[in-house]
């Protein structure tokens, strides 16, 4: 496995790859890797000849009052565990490459689909979001971009980034992996103390109780929105609901009735550490 840290050794890299006729498929991520970031590169490699893996803590995702310094950092592992993995690359750029300090003048905004959710109380994340992804399109070429369902509104302005832009990559959404007591898997849950960690298991059982509610009896959204708060002020009391909303699998916008797919997402922090989670349901009784 080779590591790249500038973006010219990684576009050498590529350049070989595909001189050598090899399909490329790119993970890309923010380190800290547990099984939910191993899942895409086990999926990369079932679609891809090569697979590189990114690592690069983006910072201008993250707000002015969010957690970008101690955000976790664990290199050598990271590097164990896509060797481990078979990847063939791992893209480990600084801060400066990334960024050059005399300052960046373009960014690349999805309107709309960034407005919402997660984009209203984040002011910026997903331009800064779709901005990274967009170099690393063009360092790395990949033929093929996974991303986890697990930040269901990332994927969905990045599949739409890609189409608007024309970027010549195919995105491909995985499933979200969960703990045994389906909490998802997320680099930020090593932020919570073991109560809190107990707590947070609320957040699976409220998307799980709407789902059970909607495929017996579709009820209107707003009815399933009370019962999932309910939920959560029960099983985390010192829990506080970001968000949940109820909205079309496609264009994010908020729905009224259960009886079409619908995707359930929520942001619930516990303590300092905020927390997402969704699923997407059919109240006609298929996808789940
Ligand atoms: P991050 O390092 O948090 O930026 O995540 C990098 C990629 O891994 C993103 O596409 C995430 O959606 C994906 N990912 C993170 N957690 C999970 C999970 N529990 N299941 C599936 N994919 C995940």
Known sequence: MEILNTIQQMR??????????????????????????????????????????????????????????????????????????????VFMPTGDEMYPPDGRLTDVTVRRLGD??????????????????????????????????????????????????DFPVEIVVCPIIREADGLAMSSRNVYLAPPQRRQATVLHKSLQLARQLITEKRPPASDVIAAMRQCIAAGAPGATVDYIHIVDPDDLTDVQTTDTPVCIALAVRIGTTRLIDNMVVDGGGGRS
Request: with cysteine; net charge positive.
């Open 12 to 89: 050498e890299w590529v350049g070989r790859q595909k001189q050598a006729g090899r399909s490329v498929g790119l993970a890309p991520t923010m380190g800290a890797l547990h099984e939910g970031h191993m899942s895409l590169i086990d999926a990369a490699r079932a679609f891809c000849d090569a697979v590189v893996v990114s690592i690069f803590v983006n910072p201008i995702q993250f707000g002015p009052n969010e957690d970008l310094s101690k955000y976790p950092r664990t290199p050598q592992q990271d590097l164990d565990a896509c060797k481990a993995r078979s990847a063939a690359a």
């Open 116 to 165: 919402t959710l997660c984009g209203a109380n984040r002011p910026g994340h997903f331009t800064g979001v779709c901005t990274v992804v967009a170099k690393l399109f063009n360092i790395v070429q990949p033929d093929k971009a996974f991303f986890g369902a697990k930040d269901y509104q990332q994927a969905t302005i990045l599949r739409r980034m890609a189409a608007d832009l």
